[in-house]
């Protein structure tokens, strides 16, 4: 018998340009100093970035990758901004962020538009008054452009609730944006806004910025008011942005920060000197830091996303700086002991309620008892919810875990005072994003919210497959601007922001379309037909293929292999069995690698034929 070899035909594939053929400013990537300079020059006006954002939020979040990150949209959205477009030009810019797109996690107050907190329970529960930080970004006038996602109640990490469901990560919209803010996450990762919100009870700005290539801060205790938040636990709750630069974390920081009476724990601010974000970026000495390098929080992270915080902490020992390798007294116990979310969620919940019931929501029977004996929440939150409707505060057993926090915060000053720590560096969470309806395990939340010290995830590269990484550094007490300043450096050197495939550019307002190829195979006595499409929104590669009628020779199987050496012979290893043994005809879907995808848009793809009555060497035939 001939022995098996193979035949190469090249698939010439038209890829789309990555290139907007806009003549205007376009809002994919845009930072916030751009968007800035855009609007100061007349390049741009807020009703055209408005507009932008809306065309990208109508092709990419419940079309093409189908990322279901968007609450609400905010209908006022155009008239403010024309709004804030004829005040420019009559008395001037209020800041930074005046006629700026912003979006905020749907458990930030609004007093025009419901927050939900992710629940039917509160589908229309529009609250009396705004959260002290919308107050703070419509001063300085941005625009509230949506609501966003959020796992329900916050009381999670991968972003699903009754009202909207499951929100997906624009990186792989298989798998989870993490949470509990995953759709600020997902919407700021796919340029819906200039940047977004989000609030941390336990990890939910720092999960979804590792998890959607974001930078995002856990600031310290009372840095900015969490006034107006739907509550998770207020001990534990902080609230801020999340964005795709520092310097956008920066700006967005300096504008919402500070004392509000409203908010007990902001009295650590009041008449002190605030962190001054931006003017602090370009100040870390990177020669004269000492990073911890957390051993128990490295221990047991999965080797995809391990080498790049291992490189990340390179970088920094070769620009001089010192890692040395620590542990926290006790840790795991005083972590353990110092959790409040089930002591503080329900009383804090019904407090809300009561508190944010403007006449509008008299008729609804507003409490966690109601909400949960009526069953108005998701499977996903069934078991929280609950536990903590049934739960009784205890009072010695809440005190003890005061207590706990007190002393875990202690012993972690105690460490980066012994050390001269600048920063306590580790994973931000061990494990890479699952897939949706799967259990999100691997946080490493717990160390800044149980003690109140202040965490920042930066993003440090992509798993192999390119799902994003982050690493995580814990500072002193309000040392916020520090570690903003540290990954700032970082950032500039390595440049670590690296959009989604799955939202592009839009192209004349739309998103880019599938593309379709074909080809006939023909050779000896075999007769092949082979329709593709290549779809970037949702990463899929198609192929239906099918033997001809007459086509009498043996095919053992048909392949996709990528690559070629000088010779046109395509050398690497095969990534898609399109037709195996003893079969006609098969057709599916491929979720492309990064890697294929590249190629494909590059026309690196080959065809590789098996079957009895082809030559060893091969044919090669280049596809007009």
Not at 520 to 535: G, H, N, P, V, Y
């Amino acid at each position: 018998m001939t022995s098996i070899c193979g035949l190469l035909v090249i698939l010439l594939l038209c890829a789309s340009s990555s290139i907007t053929a806009q003549t205007q400013f376009d809002v994919f990537e845009a930072s916030v100093d751009e968007i800035r300079s855009a609007l100061e020059q007349g390049r741009a006006s807020s009703v055209q970035l408005v507009q932008q954002y809306l065309d990208r939020i109508r092709a990419y979040d419940r079309q093409g990758p189908g990322l279901n990150s968007i609450v609400r949209l905010n209908t006022d959205a155009l008239d403010i901004a024309r709004a804030l477009d004829e005040e420019r030009r009559r008395t001037g810019s209020r800041g930074p962020l005046h006629g700026v797109p912003i979006v905020v996690k749907d458990n930030y107050n609004t007093d025009d538009m419901p927050t939900t907190g992710g629940s039917v329970a509160l589908a229309n529960f529009v609250p009396s008054e705004n959260a002290a930080q919308i107050d703070k970004l419509i001063q300085a006038g941005a625009i509230i452009l949506a609501k966003t996602n959020l796992h329900e109640y916050a009381y999670g990490i991968t972003s699903i609730g009754s009202l909207l469901g499951q929100t997906r990560n624009p990186y792989d919209p298989r798998r989870v944006p993490g949470g509990s803010s995953g759709g600020t996450g997902a919407a700021v990762a796919a340029s819906f806004a200039a940047a977004g919100f989000g609030s941390d009870t336990c990890g939910s700005i720092r999960i979804p910025s590792a998890f959607n290539n974001l930078i995002g801060l856990r600031p310290s205790k009372g840095l900015s008011s969490i006034y107006g938040i739907l509550p998770l636990s207020h001990t534990q709750d902080v609230a801020g942005p999340l964005a795709r630069s520092a310097e956008d974390l920066a700006i967005i920081l300096d504008v919402v920060i500070g004392y509000d009476s409203r908010d007990e724990s902001t009295a650590i601010v009041q008449g002190a000197s605030l962190p001054r974000f931006v003017e602090r970026l370009g100040s870390a000495d990177l020669a004269g830091l000492r990073i911890g390098r957390l051993q128990e929080y490295f221990g047991g992270t999965d080797a995809n996303l391990r080498r790049s915080l291992e490189d990340a902490l390179d970088w920094y020992e070769q620009q001089g700086a010192e890692i040395v390798d620590v542990e926290i007294a006790d840790m795991a116990d005083l972590i353990r002991r110092s959790g409040l979310i089930g002591h503080e969620f329900k009383p804090d919940i019904d407090q809300y309620l009561a508190r944010f019931s403007g006449d509008e929501n008299l008729d609804l029977d507003l409490s966690l008892d109601s909400i949960v004996s009526q069953g108005l929440y998701h499977e996903a939150v069934d078991a929280v919810l609950s536990r903590s409707n049934e739960s009784e505060l205890d009072e010695q057993a809440y005190q003890l875990a005061i207590a706990a926090r007190a002393q875990l915060r202690k012993a972690i000053e105690t460490l980066i005072a012994e050390l001269a720590l600048d920063a306590i560096a580790y994973p931000t969470i061990k494990r890479t994003q699952v897939f949706t309806g799967e259990a999100q395990v691997g946080s490493n939340c717990s160390l800044s919210a149980n003690s109140g010290l202040p965490a920042l995830s930066m993003p440090v590269g992509f798993t192999g497959n390119g799902l994003p990484v982050g690493l995580e550094l814990l500072g002193g007490f309000l040392q916020d601007a520090e570690l903003l300043a540290m990954a700032y450096a970082y950032e500039q050197a390595l440049t670590p922001r690296r959009a989604p495939s799955t939202t592009p550019p839009l192209e004349s307002g739309l998103a880019p379309r599938v593309q379709t190829f074909s080809l006939r195979f023909e050779r000896s006595s075999i007769q092949l037909w082979a329709e593709f499409e290549f779809d970037v929104l949702t990463n899929l590669f198609h192929f239906d293929i099918r033997k001809e009628p007459g086509s009498s020779g043996v095919v053992h199987a048909v392949t996709l292999v990528i690559d070629r050496d000088e010779d046109g012979d395509a050398q690497d290893p095969i990534v898609l069995n399109l037709l195996p043994p003893n079969t006609n005809a098969a057709q599916g879907d491929h979720f492309m690698s990064a890697q294929f995808r590249d190629a494909v848009v590059d026309r690196r793809v080959y065809l590789k034929v098996f079957a009895d009555s082809f030559p060893r060497t091969g044919v090669a035939q280049l596809l007009e």
